[in-house]
T-cell receptor, first 109, second 113 residues
Framework: GQNIDQPTEMTATEGAIVQINCTYQTSGFNGLFWYQQHAGEAPTFLSYNVLDGLEEKGRFSSFLSRSKGYSYLLLKELQMKDSASYLCAVTDSNYQLIWGAGTKLIIKP | IAGITQAPTSQILAAGRRMTLRCTQDMRHNAMYWYRQDLGLGLRLIHYSNTAGTTGKGEVPDGYSVSRANTDDFPLTLASAVPSQTSVYFC????????????FGAGTRLSVL
């Protein structure tokens, strides 16, 4: 079966760094997405990885290891506005997105 | 402002009633999707359309139907609502099928009593 695992909830301090992990088992792989979703709002695109390695975009970076079925999202210099859920999603062999349940990130002052 | 518009924003519906959730995009995207989001679960695909005139079933299609008469509109119909269809429904679109960024509407919060 297809499965994406991410921690349910994480807590971090304003100004710090946090790493949100995602492991996946899917039928085929055509890329991995990270989305951000604030409470009561729609998901918005953060990053896309299809090759192994690190993609950096400002305070956010995303890493992929296809051989390990593993990705992480790294958030630096945390701000209160980063409090949100972070969704990992994998494009399978049928080019459908399979979504994880999301990680709720709580930022404390 | 370009994007996806969903209507209504929220709705309380009696069980057994018929309901159509509306979704319109003005980005001329070929692919459109309907998801439901429930607490503790990931987004689950209900139906999708890769291009106008075609539709396909997702992971949880039972009790729902869709149509894609043109590029912009992708309505979702619940023929006879049941309480288990209480959820937040998101419409999304992307330039094409496959590994393309999906853009989401603001969602419809539906309660079936």
């Amino acid at each position: 079966g297809q499965n994406i695992d991410q921690p349910t909830e994480m807590t971090a301090t304003e100004g710090a760094i946090v790493q949100i992990n995602c492991t996946y088992q899917t039928s085929g792989f055509n890329g991995l997405f990270w989305y951000q979703q604030h409470a009561g709002e729609a998901p918005t695109f953060l990053s896309y990885n299809v090759l192994d390695g690190l993609e950096e975009k400002g305070r956010f970076s995303s890493f992929l290891s296809r051989s390990k079925g593993y990705s992480y999202l790294l958030l630096k210099e945390l701000q209160m506005k980063d409090s949100a859920s972070y969704l990992c999603a994998v494009t399978d062999s049928n080019y459908q997105l399979i979504w994880g349940a999301g990680t709720k990130l709580i930022i404390k002052p | 402002i370009a994007g996806i518009t969903q209507a209504p924003t929220s709705q309380i519906l009696a069980a057994g009633r018929r309901m159509t959730l509306r979704c319109t995009q003005d980005m001329r995207h070929n692919a459109m999707y309907w998801y439901r989001q429930d607490l503790g679960l990931g987004l689950r695909l209900i139906h999708y359309s890769n291009t106008a005139g075609t539709t396909g079933k997702g992971e949880v299609p039972d009790g729902y139907s869709v149509s894609r008469a043109n590029t912009d509109d992708f309505p979702l119909t619940l023929a006879s609502a049941v309480p288990s269809q209480t959820s937040v429904y998101f419409c999304a679109s992307s330039e094409g099928q496959g590994a393309n960024i999906q853009y989401f509407g603001a969602g419809t919060r539906l309660s079936v009593l």
